[in-house]
């Protein structure tokens, strides 16, 4: 592996140690205002420093007119190109990797759909092979993102919220089932829905094992919520969507998310699953630190509007938007490089101010802060390079390789 620099690239202010008052060059039009222009210095897979001053490089990227971002992080996502996590396919895990990582994604988590016990540790193994298989390859072009590991979307969900999991497989909390599939591979995370008989029993056996719990498809009072997030479920999926909503005697977990400093808020951010204004209200509520941006997406991202199945359901995509028959949406299209601008336009913040809610909060809200989400000595460097006029991914940068190009002319050697 060679060591790579990003040359002249607009960091997060954040990322800058002190930097020298001569070389500070942060646009006085305000256009960059909390940005800095820094290289990027990366060996062996990781951020060895950032520097305000040239330094020689063996072989560079030219970030010009580009901001430097922590790669993108996405925890919640089912499919694209056609593929599904229920396929079980490490073939098609794979080239989800791909197509993610074409979108400034250099780690997901696989998320399952509700389905029958053995679908749901077949889609497991397959993650776990796919995992395996990615390992072989030699090239970040090919291996894409990185899976983080598995987010098990039910099958222990609320019957009043099913959403687009299919109704018919959802069961109560079943703690030996939920340990069979733990033992099966890497899951790292489980929506549920903690007022079902056996929840917390089931919360307290994923966090013996470090699994990150999450409330959604639920139909829980604000003070069962309360009671799970004291429990430490302290996430919760696709904020607004299949969850109990907010009124103003029964607060529900919308309620609960939106008034509580400790739960991390995923949003499904396409404009579709949630208006402009609402995504503005959790924007004001949660903060930069605590709002993660999600896809949700499913088999048809990146693939023309037509018929595609989610869950053995028909979906029909039309416009940017997944519905099954009776017309319930069902997952997204969305694209993490769309739902950060999407989300920035609809809280009315700057990039500056919210960057983080598509990379450092989800890396925070599954505990991986420490490896992701900073661009920091000692970081993985897992980075992602967006066109400054337009926020289109201009590179994407995987565990220190280039995994994306959009302009080959940018290379400089
Ligand atoms: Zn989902």
Known sequence: ????????????????????????????????????????????????????????????????????LPGFVDIHVHGAMGRDVMDADPHGLLEMARFFAGHGVTSFMPTTMTASPAETLAAVDGVSRAIALQQTLTTAAARGARMLGIHLEGPFISPQFPGAQPANQIRP???????????????????????QPAAAALIEAAQRRGIITVYGHTAATYEQCQAA?????????????????????RPG????????????????????????????????????????????????AGLPDGQYSLGGQDVFVHEG??????????????????ALPNFLAAADQSLAELWP?????????????????AI?????????????????????????????LRHVARRQI
């Open 253 to 300: 977990a919308l309620g609960a998310t939106l008034s509580d400093p400790r739960v991390y808020a995923q949003l499904i951010a396409d404009t579709i699953h949630v208006h402009p204004a609402a995504m503005n209200i959790l924007a004001r509520c949660k903060g930069a630190d605590r709002t993660v941006l999600i896809t949700d997406a499913m088999r048809a």
């Open 376 to 404: 920091l000595p000692g970081y993985r460097a897992d980075l992602v390079l967006l066109e400054e006029n337009t926020l289109e991914v201009a590179a994407t940068i995987v565990q220190g390789e280039i995994a994306y």
């Open 229 to 249: 997030i004291a429990l430490g479920v302290q996430q919760a999926t696709h904020t607004y969507n299949a969850m109990s909503g907010l009124h103003h005697r």
């Open 1 to 68: 592996m060679q060591p790579l620099t990003i040359r002249h690239g607009k960091l997060p202010a954040e990322f800058i140690s002190m930097p020298p008052v001569s070389s500070r060059s942060a646009d006085p039009t305000g256009a960059t205002a909390g940005f800095y222009v820094a290289d990027v210095h990366i060996a062996k897979g990781r951020i060895d420093s950032v520097s305000t001053t040239a330094q020689p490089a063996p072989d560079a990227l030219n970030a010009d007119g580009c901001y430097v």
């Open 321 to 338: 938007e997944c519905r099954l028959a009776d017309g319930t949406l069902a997952g997204s299209v969305l694209t993490m490089d769309k």
């Open 357 to 373: 809610t598509s990379s450092r909060t989800p890396a925070m809200s599954i505990k991986v802060d420490h490896e992701i989400g």
């Open 173 to 195: 909390p079943d703690v030996h089932e939920f340990e069979t599939l733990a033992s099966a591979g890497p899951v790292r995370m489980i929506t549920l829905a903690p007022e």
